[in-house]
Antibody
């Protein structure tokens, strides 16, 4: 059974970089796509982007393209999210998930709340 | 950008009811539509992918239909465990989610 676990700072200062890591167990990240989705408190899910294992293939929500990086680390079986120039609007629960090539997310992490504050 | 619009935003129903939730795309998306269930404080759970294929382990009371721009998620007979928020998700060319439909107990 594939399991995902997000980790990273729960508090980020305005204008700094929000960085999260998703560790995958029960399976290899190689050969798969891996994505990030977020959910501001009380709001809907928002797609951020995805990467294919080592990062040679990726796709981002146009709303984030200018300030997002998603990368994979096959040696550590994990992938990461970096969101530059954070603002209060980036406060959300961030989920990592496995993306099936048919376009659906079948395994999810439990989510981690990141608060952006001055 | 393709917009995904769900209706209704919220819905009250009773155990045993048949419930239908709608998702409309702003342009033709063929069958590239998935459905998720989310309970408070939990990650979303995949229910249906590519419009009508039931994910392994999901009860058969859940079904999906549609094509083009109009899609529906139907729960044939509501169970207590089904009260949750439901989201549609575009699967190609991007992964936009709908705004969600909160299903509450009447």
């Amino acid at each position: 059974q594939v399991q995902l676990q997000e980790s990273g700072p729960g508090l980020v200062k305005v204008s700094e970089t929000l960085s999260l890591t998703c560790s995958v167990s029960g399976g290899s990240i190689s050969g798969y796509y891996w994505g990030w989705i977020r959910q501001p408190p009380g709001k809907e899910l928002e797609y951020i982007g995805y990467v294919h294992d080592t990062g040679n293939t990726n796709h981002f929500n146009p709303s984030f393209t200018s300030r997002v990086t998603i990368s994979g680390d096959t040696s550590r079986n994990r992938f990461s999210l970096r969101l530059n120039s954070a603002t209060a609007a980036d406060t959300a629960v961030y989920y990592c998930a496995r993306l099936d090539k048919r376009g659906f997310y079948d395994y999810w992490g439990q989510g981690t709340l990141v608060t952006v504050s001055s | 950008d393709i917009q995904m619009t769900q209706s209704p935003p919220s819905l009250s129903a009773s155990v045993g009811d048949r419930v239908t939730i709608t998702c409309r795309a702003s342009q033709n998306i063929n069958i590239y539509l998935n459905w998720y269930q989310q309970k408070p404080g939990k990650a979303p759970k995949l229910l249906i992918y590519l419009t009508s294929t039931l994910q392994s382990g999901v009860p058969s009371r859940f079904s999906g239909s549609g094509s083009g721009t109009d899609f529906t998620l139907t729960i044939s007979s509501l169970q207590p465990d089904d009260f949750a928020t439901y989201y549609c998700q575009l699967s190609y060319p991007t992964h936009t989610f709908g705004q969600g439909t909160k299903l509450e107990i009447k």
